[in-house]
Nanobody
Framework: QVQLVESGGGSVQAGGSLRLSCAGSGRSFSMYTIGWFRQAPGKEREFVGG????????HVVDYVKGRFTITGDNAKNTVSLQMNSLKPEDTAVYYCAAKYDRTWPPPAREYAYAYWGQGTQVAVSS
């Protein structure tokens, strides 16, 4: 079992940057596939990207590609989401999630992930 804690959210102006971190507790963190999701007010939660320590490159969805990057630090049990050139439509609560096994590509469906963090708020103003 793993526990996840997100951090790094906040308020920025459009064009700004934020770096979110997902810290995992417990052993064998590298055995998990990590996904990042977000949920904007009044909308369904959507997949942003993810990674696993399979050797495959971290993956982000097309609508954030070129702006968002996912990296992992196995020694620190963390997966980070670097968000640049933020837009007001990026405003959402961001969640990291984990599934126990190394899956590539990381699944985009919520139900694939058994463990979730509490979320961190990102607000982008125009």
């Amino acid at each position: 079992q793993v526990q996840l804690v997100e951090s790094g959210g906040g308020s920025v102006q459009a064009g700004g940057s934020l770096r979110l971190s997902c810290a995992g507790s417990g052993r064998s963190f590298s055995m998990y596939t990590i996904g990042w999701f977000r949920q904007a007010p009044g909308k369904e939660r959507e997949f942003v990207g993810g990674m696993s320590w399979t050797g495959g490159s971290p993956h982000v969805v097309d609508y954030v590609k070129g702006r968002f990057t996912i990296t992992g630090d196995n020694a620190k049990n963390t997966v980070s989401l670097q968000m640049n050139s933020l837009k007001p439509e990026d405003t959402a609560v961001y969640y990291c999630a984990a599934k126990y096994d190394r899956t590539w590509p990381p699944p985009a469906r919520e139900y694939a992930y058994a463990y979730w963090g509490q979320g961190t708020q990102v607000a982008v103003s125009s």
